[in-house]
């Protein structure tokens, strides 16, 4: 449900948190009471960073308990 | 995955509507759906420095963990919504249902009972449309309609929105009618004492172990149209079973707001709880 918000919210939470600095990867923790689909959430994820500073940049679900549904890191780019 | 959900279609507007004066409020142009939006001001979750963000590098870049609630931005407004109504003294229910459940229906029957008694202030949410705020209204109590557009729910921010305009007075119960759908309003915190769930007769037994997430979320479940159990099979024992099967502790209510029947009962348990 609703996913499409809930990849937007997440990519708000990432671009503020990454202040600037190139993401590789964004891993949100799921629990199996959240109530979100995992594959319509994926989706999403690439249309609403499509062509934003975040294009391209990988989403990881990590499995978590009851309801949880948190942005829980942020792994950035190595720095050259 | 919810097709009808607009909530994150930047065209998308939400208004409120005061029945009494036809008054029309935009509460969002479309531009931010308030799902942590990266331009909203009124967030305090900006780390300024950088130093306090617990780190560590992995074999390829630096890590950094956050645990930021995705829907924290909607958790944050309910708490304050929350602490608003405690402060007041109000009580506020989040009745959630499928569409035609009855909600409207046992509002309007409610209000009638206990007009003398106690003072019902009641928050509409339809996607479009301020027919079921006009009737709230004729059946003798204050409503705000909130028009949520393409959006399947309501949201915290609209809540404070539509509290802050009714000013409900203190020892009063201020109902929130959600949009008529089981899945999306499980997820979003309104600051509500409780959320209560509307069932019917007609819809089958089997609706709590459909949507358990959302019987899962409630304190109470009202099975409505008690009138036409007869006339469609309804099966009170299985669909009490099916209830507590989810949620072991739900209080379950059955009654028919058109008949009157099981309506006391309501009434007595909705004024215990201002006890
Ligand atoms: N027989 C019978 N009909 C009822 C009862 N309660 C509601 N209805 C009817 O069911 C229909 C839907 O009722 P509403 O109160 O509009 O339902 P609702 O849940 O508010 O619907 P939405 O706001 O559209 O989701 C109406 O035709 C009501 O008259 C009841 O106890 N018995
Ligand atoms: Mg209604």
């Known amino acids: ?80 | 995955m919810c097709g009808t959900c607009g909530c994150a279609d930047p065209a998308n507007e939400v208004s409120m509507t005061n029945p009494e004066t036809g008054v029309k409020t935009l509460l969002k142009n479309g531009v931010d759906h308030g799902h942590g939006h990266k331009h909203d001001h009124d967030h305090d979750d900006h780390h300024h420095e950088g130093d306090d963000v617990p780190h560590m590098h992995g074999p390829g870049g630096e890590i950094i963990s956050l645990e930021a609630a995705v829907l924290g931005k909607n958790d944050k407004i309910a708490a304050q919504n929350r602490g608003w109504f405690q402060g007041r003294g109000v009580i506020a229910l989040n009745i959630v249902s499928s569409p035609g459940a009855g909600k409207t229906t046992l509002l309007e029957s409610t209000i009638r009972q206990m007009k003398d008694e106690v003072e019902i202030t009641v928050v509409e949410g339809d996607q479009m449309t301020a027919n079921d705020a006009e009737r709230i209204q004729q059946a003798g109590a204050r409503a705000l309609q909130i028009n949520t557009g393409a959006g399947c729910h309501l949201e915290a921010d609209m809540i404070a929105a539509a509290a802050r305009s009714l000013d409900p007075q203190p020892g009063s119960i201020m109902m929130i009618e959600n949009v008529g759908n089981l899945v999306c309003p499980a997820m979003f915190d309104l600051g509500e004492k409780m959320k209560i769930a509307v069932i019917s007769t007609t819809e089958g037994e089997d609706k709590p172990i459909k949507y358990p997430h959302m019987f899962r979320a409630v304190e109470w479940v009202v099975i409505n149209k008690m009138d036409l159990a007869p006339h469609v099979d309804f099966d009170e024992e299985t669909c009490r079973k099916n209830i507590l099967q989810v949620n072991p502790g739900a209080k379950i209510l059955c009654l028919s707001a058109r008949t009157g029947e099981g309506m006391d009962e309501w009434c007595a348990a909705l004024g215990a709880l201002q006890a």
């Open chain 1, 1 to 80: 449900m609703h996913e499409l918000g809930l990849a937007r919210s997440i990519a708000g939470i990432a671009q503020e948190n990454a202040k600037g600095r190139p993401l590789k990867e964004v891993r949100v923790a799921i629990g199996p009471l959240a109530c979100v689909e995992r594959g319509a959430l994926e989706f999403c994820w690439g249309l609403v960073t499509e062509s934003t500073g975040i294009a391209g940049v990988g989403l990881r679900f990590l499995d978590a308990d009851g309801d949880t549904f948190v942005v829980r890191e942020l792994e950035f780019m190595e720095e050259a």
